[in-house]
């Protein structure tokens, strides 16, 4: 057992990347019309471009991130507003923060089930082509790949030491 996992109590990342998946194919389906195709991701490799971010504390603390270049960013404001996009602007910057919002809500719906293990932060949108996001280095790491009609994003998930 990961050193993240013995200090997370009554629910390890295994369980937290298990409740990820429901969250994302639910938030996908329901909200945006699309079946995602979740492959777990090797490289942690994340697209630029945009990047809605979204901080969780409490039993378990860390952040959920989505990953996409701009086009998929208005792919998907597309499908959750019924509007067109073709370029990154606030309305979809507010989309993308809307979106990363539903996912840590599913993930806390589904992996809190004895128990409420994280309060949710409000999201934060980052965009351009000159930055990186970096863990915390006692932390544990997932990504997960999402492709979702001709649409391909990353999901971080990462979960430090509480």
């Not at 082509?129 to 998930?157: F, I, M, W």
């Amino acid at each position: 057992m990961s050193t993240v996992a013995a200090n997370m109590g009554n629910v390890t990342m295994p369980e937290l990347e298990s409740s990820l998946e429901k969250a994302v194919a639910e938030v996908f389906s329901t909200m945006l019309n699309l079946q995602p195709i979740i492959v777990p991701c090797t490289d942690n490799v994340l697209p630029l471009g945009v990047s809605a971010i979204v901080g969780f504390g409490g039993k378990v603390s860390g952040f959920l991130a989505l990953h996409m270049s701009p086009e998929d960013s208005c792919f998907l404001a597309s499908g959750l507003l019924g509007m067109s996009f073709s370029e990154l602007d606030e309305i979809v910057s507010d989309a993308m923060g809307e979106i990363v919002n539903m996912l840590a809500g599913g993930l806390k719906k589904f992996a809190s089930q004895k128990e409420e293990l994280f309060k949710i932060s409000i999201p934060s949108v980052i965009s351009g082509n000159d930055y990186s996001t970096h863990a915390p280095k006692d932390s544990e790491q997932r990504v997960l790949q999402v492709q979702a009609g001709h649409c391909s994003l990353a999901v971080q998930l990462v979960v430090e030491q509480v």
